[in-house]
């Protein structure tokens, strides 16, 4: 079983050395390929909406299509069919805009997450939904939380082996979840945005919490005193994939497990 670890959307700040792109994670499944966020979607280079726009003035961001997720698993040789499935951490425009690119596929998210973009915006930060970016889904799995466990976070079983689950974290978004998924060694954590790159973050934890939730001084915790985690987040500094990757020309890492 492998886990690919894709860049799919590189956001650098302007005036400091915060340099990352966004992880999405591309599992093989007994279903198929399932991929855990998409970064930007092609319509977003090609006709970039106002919220696109306004991140590319205050972001330094390469805006290379090349990024898009649809091509970087044409990159490792896939084919954007063999995607089935697409697990959401979230809905804001950097994490589901690449959802038109693979019409095909199921979509599993939290439902307070899927809810709170269709009712919204309502909050500052979910004006990052775009409606565009679901128009072209066909079919949703939406879940709630029935009271188990995966260690002693909430979690949701998803229906995947590897064994696989959503860990709703909430506080950076209404639904905003982990992905934990079992690999040989032990487990992959993703926390999508309710954490950071634990390696190289230097942000205090206040910061952290103002924008990300309040999950993450618990989850760091949880990663170093379980040596059988990998803990990543969504925006992973880009020394990560260069460590990461297995194959640097074609712009994408993979991990074996
Ligand atoms: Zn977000």
């Known amino acids: 079983m492998t886990i690919h670890l894709l860049n799919?959307?590189?956001?650098n700040a302007r005036f400091n050395d915060w340099k990352t792109?966004?992880?999405?994670?591309?599992?093989?499944?007994?279903?198929g390929?399932?991929?855990v966020d998409t970064g930007l979607g092609l319509d977003d280079y090609s006709d970039p909406t106002w919220f696109t726009?306004?991140?590319r003035v205050i972001m330094e961001m390469p805006f290379d299509p090349q990024e898009?997720?649809?091509?970087?698993?044409?990159?490792?040789g896939y084919q954007p069919e063999d995607v089935r499935h697409i697990i959401l951490t979230h809905m804001h425009f950097d994490h589901?805009?690449?959802?038109p690119d693979f019409p095909w596929a199921t979509v599993h998210v939290h439902r307070r997450e899927y809810q709170a973009f269709v009712h919204g915006p309502h909050l500052f930060n979910e004006l990052a939904y775009?409606?565009?970016h679901i128009a072209r889904v066909k079919e949703w799995a939406l879940y709630d939380h029935t009271g188990e466990k995966w260690y002693d976070f909430d979690a949701i079983r998803l229906p995947f082996e590897p064994e696989t689950w959503l860990l709703p974290l909430p506080g950076h978004t209404r639904g905003q979840s982990g992905v934990a998924i079992k690999t040989s060694t032990g487990w992959h954590l993703h926390v999508g945005d309710a954490g950071v790159d634990i390696e190289h973050n230097q942000a205090p934890d206040w910061v952290i919490r103002a924008g990300l939730g309040p999950h993450w001084p618990r989850l760091r915790t949880f990663a170093q005193t379980h040596p059988?985690?990998?803990l990543t987040a969504s925006h992973m500094f880009l020394e990560f994939f260069a460590k990461n990757a297995s194959a640097p020309e074609e712009r994408s890492s993979q991990r074996e497990l």
Do not use: D, K, Y
Not at 21 to 31: A, D, P, R
Not at 96 to 99: D, E, K, V, W
């Open 8 to 11: 799919c959307f590189t956001c």
């Open 21 to 31: 792109g966004l992880l999405c994670l591309l599992v093989e499944t007994n279903q």
């Open 33 to 35: 390929l399932a991929l």
């Open 53 to 55: 726009r306004f991140f």
């Open 68 to 76: 898009a997720a649809v091509n970087r698993i044409r990159q490792l």
């Open 96 to 99: 589901c805009g690449g959802l």
């Open 130 to 132: 775009v409606p565009r």
């Open 228 to 230: 059988e985690i990998i």
